[in-house]
């Protein structure tokens, strides 16, 4: 195996010495790339905001900006970097820093160089087009999006306190598109940095990142115990704020086996090491309940990282994703040295962040069956729209039929120790009309499910008040007028 | 016009253009104090051991274990300190408890070469406590009646004639919440040691000459052996007006100790869990209207809760009573307030500094009751507002009050209100399960700092010989870009251009006794000082300039860097003439001064005039809101403030932007949360992360906003004419939440009075909805003679501290 190497603002270093605990981040700035910076080190703030090569969608590199606070420094082996300091100078700013610097968009400071990578990333999007002339009506009604086709959602995992936002937002849509000399857009147009596989010693553990999944499961039976790293948007969070270390882990992000999406005729098969960035694109509104859920899963920049394996291998009971899931019908795929199975996910979860894996089982894929059912909707209840966790998160998936509701499908997350279905509420709903009174009576039965809990987030008294008003208001959002009148 | 205020021609002040720092910024290239970190040799790393109890005497101790663990230097305790164990400037602080105050508390410290090992080290700490009874809450502490510090008073008229005379007599409570400040550069000092062991450090501080006092007192020695610089801050908010002193306190005993630099960072929860944040405040209120509406009479008693220890809470207070009028005119006032101890966290000084507080009790006054007395609100908060001439209940005129109404009718017109307000009946005729408001509000706010003795400002200007400037004040850079204003206000004195003048950061062997950079006074203070120290080596130059010109001096006039008669002529270019200076052996440097002038405050009556002028503002917010869930968007904000005649266009706006979304952050979505349970856990701050305490990101921005300076808005008597700016636009967020009330209203029957908690988050708004709805009954506002009767204090008033006292300093303060 070759000492770890790495690109950094187009020049070649090594990774050797690097505790595996060590972040990306905390090794940026131990080599004085000072300007990410640490905000809260659990990904909520994007100061550290960096830029890294990922594959694109065409066999080319897409700069994707990502959270430096919670990868592993090792798990950028092989892999090629670009701060602040490496997009431009005072004397020669980046037209991102250019419009930045002249509109007001820094303060304090602190935040902007986190600020440029996200805004750097999001500027070199291949799919961003400025929007036609024609469709200026519907600019406005649509202020998340800029002129230039700039979404304002990539900037979601950023925080700011001095400016209130708006001259970035003006930075931002004042952006035009890049030079054709412009070297990181060159870069976009060659393959993104190869596969290699990595270990790493350090005084704290091992982080073994191999190529295939015959060797990731071999490793994993041989040490049962081992953390699974694949985005880090969770593990980070336990390294840094709890000051978990691994004695062993093992990255899976690469694994090519891991990283498939077929859309076939009965199924849809995601890869577990996804991004949830990456099936948002891939899949492009295919299965609508899920479009609903990515806008408001955390941030672009975890979504950039977190994997919907990781989503689900944590077992957490306000993950975004296993209430979409749940209405879905969702089907696990794991996978050990003994083999594969399929658990449904309703069947999955077993308590508290507990799950049916076994030790040496890591998720391989997850299965939604088709066709979709016509009628969904993702309702998540938060503090904050951008970048929040649920109070309450509710994912409806409803077949309507001549007016009838044939089927219903409901995943709750946030009112029990385990994402749920509201089994008893499908009841009340199937096989009668989708109308208000059924709406409101089914409401009552929702009201009831789960078991919600009074913590920092919201009462338990909200999230059953509006675990209650969910099916009502997919139902104003969804029956024509005159049920609605009904 | 005074000349402070007057501009020259041409001048550099009032020019639109970015951060002194913008070009560093954008780059990753500004440096923060942790910055330095990685640039400097041989650096300890210190980590906190904190108290797992809210209220606990500490029983044993052994730091032995911790000192074991590789990599390990040493563990600073109380017996490390070799002057005074104490953090704070009221001398009820200790660096190293004996008692845990809060939950949290750093009971020591451990150095190590990593912050790893000293992570490590910490965790290692042996420390047995016995747990005590702990308030965590303010209604505890006022069942209790545990109050910590002065009991001010303010009174004016006659209160109980001015209710005699109402027509309409309501009273109620209201409780709020604090607001952490979340600079998203935590606290921050590295310090090391010079050959003579005297002391520098750089700390992320509002007030290095504080911090430079601080360190003395706990080191022992004179201030002349401490050294505090501060390059920038990444925010700072007043959070760092106060807090820095104790964590810069333990670098220096650890640099001292060891003979290494020590750098002391805190993690995001550790700064959550141990540094002051903004005072949440109960108050308890009675208010009368003649039948017109007009304000009559107000009797309030405010609590503060100040957490464990006094801090800043007195001038806290102080500013919260002599902002409970707002905007308004209140001819009968009696207002008492009192300070809550706590065992939370040391509440200090946040962007207003009581201000907010004080003005928020009379907003949701007047919001609850408009509905009472038949009458729109924004027509009952203009009708009384204050007229030319009419004072405060503190004594001070109203200087300008007029420009309320400008700015109000301006608001109006350029934000087309009424039209929009014809929209949203129309809307919310048509929409079953959502609801949309419009709501506005005004700010006036007193600028200086309470106690006369902190608003003087110091600065150093030094010109070489080849021309090139640099300067030096006693202010520092949080990002509210006092930087870039100075060097705008010393170009425009000297007449030089911007590129001309560089600027070095604060340190106090350059400037010393310092003021905070804190009550948005650092433009007017520095600026004052950076002006006088040009304008003395201008008058210098202009007698040498006028020996060539051939002149009388006062005709010499310095613009764009060039020296000319007042008649033009021959045109000296300005190198040349310091050149030809240098020569003549004249001096090249000076030291600035300055002192606000006409300030006069009595804190033992509350009364006087304790501001320069008042910064006047309006906006108005509408919101929608949804039935289903309570959430709400910010449609749309325009606002027209006051800051005088601007020095720095680009810089002000983005102030008053910035303000007014951190203002509705605390307003709205900022939620702190302690355990009040009965589990060990009590006392804990449940909110310790950025994943639980929300700030507002980018969905909290209004969709669309409109930010105006109010113009012809020349102050007299402040530098170039302008007026400060860093605090009261917070204020004006205040029209988010009255949004968020009328919109929650309008889901009921025409005319209901709501109650609303605060942060308004969307699970209030929700309860407030539900409430509307129910249309039983209104809020909790009684009317009539038997409703809430605030408490008087019995016991001698203590007169309120109004800023800050150190013992040195405490005798010469009069106060």
Same mark, same amino acid.
């Given at each position: ?153 990539? #900037?979601?995992?950023? *925080? ?5 936002? &708006?001259? /970035? %937002?003006?930075? +931002?849509?004042?952006? =035009? ?111 609508? #309940?899920?479009?609903? *859920? ?5 941030? &672009?920049? /975890? %979504?950039?990282? +977190?994997?919907?394996? =990781? ?111 509201? #089994? ?63 | ?815």
């Amino acid at each position: 195996m070759l000492a770890p190497t790495i690109t950094v603002n187009g020049s070649a270093g090594t990774l050797s010495g690097v505790d595996p605990s060590t972040t990306a981040l905390d090794w940026l700035r131990s080599r004085g790339l000072t300007g990410a910076k640490e905000g809260c080190a659990e990904g909520e703030c994007g100061a550290c905001s960096i830029m890294v090569a990922r594959p694109g969608d065409d066999g080319g590199t897409r700069w994707t900006a990502i959270n430096a606070c919670l990868v592993p420094a090792a798990s950028l082996d092989g892999g090629e970097v670009v701060t602040a300091e490496g997009l431009g100078s005072p004397q020669s700013l980046h037209p991102v820093q250019h419009e930045m610097a002249v509109r007001g968009g820094s303060q304090c400071g602190y935040c902007t160089p986190g600020f440029i990578c996200s805004m750097a990333a999001e500027y070199y999007r291949p799919d961003r087009m400025p929007v036609a002339s024609a469709d200026e009506h519907d600019h406005e009604l649509d202020h998340e999006h800029g002129p230039n086709g700039f979404d304002l959602h990539s #900037l979601s995992g950023n *925080l700011c306190r001095c400016t209130g936002y &708006r001259p /970035i %937002r003006d930075a +931002a849509y004042a952006l =035009g598109e890049p030079d054709a000399d412009d070297p990181f857009a060159g870069r976009c147009l060659a393959a993104p940095p190869a596969l290699t596989s990595t270990r790493q010693e350090g005084p704290t553990g091992v982080y073994v990142r191999p190529t295939s999944l015959a060797a990731a499961l071999d490793l994993y039976a041989a040490h049962p115990q081992a953390v699974l790293v694949a985005g880090s948007t969770d593990w980070g969070v336990e390294v840094n704020i709890r000051g978990a270390r691994a004695p062993f882990a093992i990255g899976i992000d690469r694994l090519p086996e891991l990283r498939t999406l077929d859309v076939g005729e009965d199924v849809i098969e995601i890869g577990a090491a996804l991004t949830l960035s990456e099936i948002e694109r891939r899949l492009d509104g295919r299965v609508p #309940l899920l479009a609903k *859920l990515f806008p408001q899963f955390a941030s &672009r920049l /975890i %979504r950039n990282g +977190a994997t919907i394996g =990781g989503n689900l291998g944590t077992g957490s009971p306000i993950g975004d994703t296993p209430p979409a899931l749940l209405a879905l019908e969702a089907v696990i795929v794991l996978a050990s040295t003994d083999g594969e199975r399929d658990v449904p996910l309703a069947d999955y979860f077993t308590g508290y962040r507990q799950t049916v894996k076994q030790p040496g089982e890591l998720i391989r894929a997850i299965r939604v069956p088709l066709p979709l059912s016509g009628t969904t909707a993702f309702h998540k209840i938060a503090k904050r729209r951008f970048d929040d966790i649920s109070s309450v998160a509710v994912g409806f998936a409803l077949d309507v039929a001549d007016g009838i509701v044939s089927r219903a499908r409901i995943g709750l997350g946030g009112v029990a120790a385990t994402p749920i279905r509201a #089994l008893a509420t499908e009841a009340a709903l199937e096989g009668q009309p989708w109308t208000a009174d059924v709406a409101r009576a089914a409401a009552a039965v929702l009201r009831q499910e789960g078991t919600p809990m009074d913590d920092h987030r919201a009462s338990a008294a909200y999230r059953t008040a509006t675990l209650g008003t969910a099916l009502l208001k997919l139902h104003a959002e969804t029956a024509t007028p005159q049920e609605v009148g009904a | 016009m005074s000349a402070l205020s007057d501009r020259p021609a041409n001048p550099v002040v009032g020019q639109t253009i970015p951060h002194e720092s913008a070009g560093l910024h954008v780059t990753g290239q500004a440096l923060y104090t942790d910055d330095l970190t990685v640039r400097t040799h041989g650096v300890l790393h210190a980590h906190p051991v904190q108290a797992p109890h809210a209220h606990a005497r500490i029983t044993r101790m052994d730091t032995e274990p911790a000192l074991a663990v590789e990599g390990v230097v040493r563990v600073l305790t109380k017996a490390d300190v070799p002057g005074v164990n104490d953090a704070g400037v009221k001398h009820d602080e200790p660096l190293f408890p004996d008692e845990v105050m809060f939950y949290g508390h750093a009971v020591a410290w451990v150095l190590g070469e990593t912050l790893e090992a000293a992570r490590l080290g910490a965790l290692a700490v042996e420390v047995d406590y016995d747990p005590l009874p702990a308030l965590v809450n303010v209604k505890e502490a006022i069942a209790a009646e545990r109050f910590q510090g002065a009991t001010p008073r303010m009174e004016r008229g006659d209160i109980d004639a001015g209710f005699a005379a109402a027509a309409h007599v309501f009273s109620g409570e209201f409780e709020f919440a604090g607001q952490e400040h979340f600079y998203l550069e935590t606290h921050c000092s590295l310090a090391m040691v010079d050959e003579s062991g005297q002391i520098f450090v750089q700390s992320s501080t509002q007030h290095p000459s504080e911090t430079q006092d601080i360190v003395a007192h706990v080191m022992g020695i004179p201030s002349h052996e401490v050294t505090v610089q501060c390059l920038r801050m990444g925010g700072g908010f007043g959070g760092k007006e106060m807090q820095p002193h104790g964590f810069a306190a333990i670098a220096a005993i650890g640099a001292t100790l060891t003979g290494r630099p020590v750098r002391l960072r805190l993690n995001r929860t550790q700064d959550l869990t141990m540094s002051g944040k903004r005072h949440g405040f109960h108050a308890q209120w009675r208010v009368g209207f003649n039948a017109s509406g007009r304000l009559q009479a107000l009797d309030a008693t405010l609590t503060a809760d100040g957490g464990w220890s006094l801090d800043l809470s007195e001038p806290v207070l102080a500013r919260a009573l002599c902002h409970i009028d707002n905007a308004y005119w209140v001819p009968n006032v009696r207002v008492n307030g009192r300070i809550a101890q706590t065992n939370k966290t040391s509440q200090t000084a946040f962007r207003g500094f009581g201000g907010p507080q004080g003005m928020l009790v009379m907003e949701d006054i007047l919001g609850r009751c408009a509905p009472l007395l038949g009458l729109d609100a924004m027509e009952l908060r203009r009708r009384n507002f204050y007229r030319e001439g009419q004072s405060t209940p503190y004594g001070q005129p109203v200087k300008d009050a007029d420009r309320m109404g400008t700015c109000w009718d301006q608001v109006t017109k350029t934000g087309e209100v009424e039209r929009r307000r014809n929209q949203i009946a129309t809307f919310n005729a048509s929409h079953p399960t959502s609801r949309r408001a419009l709501a506005m509000t005004p700010v006036k706010f007193g600028i200086s700092f309470n106690l006369t003795a902190f608003n003087q400002a110091g600065a150093l200007v030094h010109v070489y010989k080849d021309g090139s400037v640099l300067i030096t004040h006693g202010g520092t850079e949080m990002g509210q870009g006092l930087h870039t204003k100075m060097l705008q206000v010393a170009a425009t004195a000297l007449g030089v251009p911007l590129s001309t003048v560089r600027l070095a950061p604060t340190r106090t062997d350059k400037v010393p006794n310092t003021s905070a950079t804190a009550a948005s006074s650092g433009a007017d203070l520095n600026g004052g000082a950076v002006k006088n120290a040009c304008e003395q080596i201008v008058d210098r130059l202009r007698g040498v300039a006028s020996s060539i010109l051939g002149v009388h001096p006062s005709d010499v006039r310095f613009s764009d860097g060039t020296v000319t008669s007042v008649g033009g002529g021959q045109v000296i270019p300005w190198g040349d003439l310091v050149n030809k200076a240098y020569f003549q052996r004249i001096q090249l440097w000076a030291a600035g001064f300055y002192r606000t002038e006409g300030l006069h405050w009595d804190s033992s009556v509350m009364h006087g005039s304790p501001f320069k002028y008042f910064s006047y503002g309006v906006a108005a917010a509408e919101v929608e809101v949804d039935g289903f869930t309570g959430a709400y968007r910010l449609r749309r904000v325009d606002i027209v403030h006051d800051v005088g005649d601007s020095l720095s266009p680009l810089l002000d706006i983005g102030q008053v932007e910035g303000a007014f979304v951190q203002g509705a952050g605390w307003l709205t979505l900022e939620d702190l949360r302690w355990d009040e349970s009965d589990r060990p856990s009590r006392g804990r701050l449940a909110t310790q992360a950025a994943s639980t305490y929300k700030l507002p990101s980018f969905s909290e921005m209004p969709e669309v906003f409109n930010v105006a300076l109010l113009e012809r808005a020349h102050e007299e008597g402040a530098v170039y004419g302008s007026k400060a700016v860093g605090e009261p636009p917070l204020m004006l967020a205040f029209s988010v939440r009255e949004a968020l009330r009328q919109a929650a209203a309008a889901f009921g029957p025409a005319g209901i009075s709501v109650d609303l908690a605060s942060p308004a988050t969307p699970e209030a708004v929700y309860w407030a909805v539900a409430e509307a709805r129910r249309a039983s009954e209104h809020g909790h506002v009684t009317e009539g003679g038997t409703g809430v009767v605030p408490d008087q204090s019995t016991a001698d008033l203590r007169p309120a501290h109004p800023r800050s006292e150190q013992a040195t300093n405490a005798a010469t303060a009069g106060v």
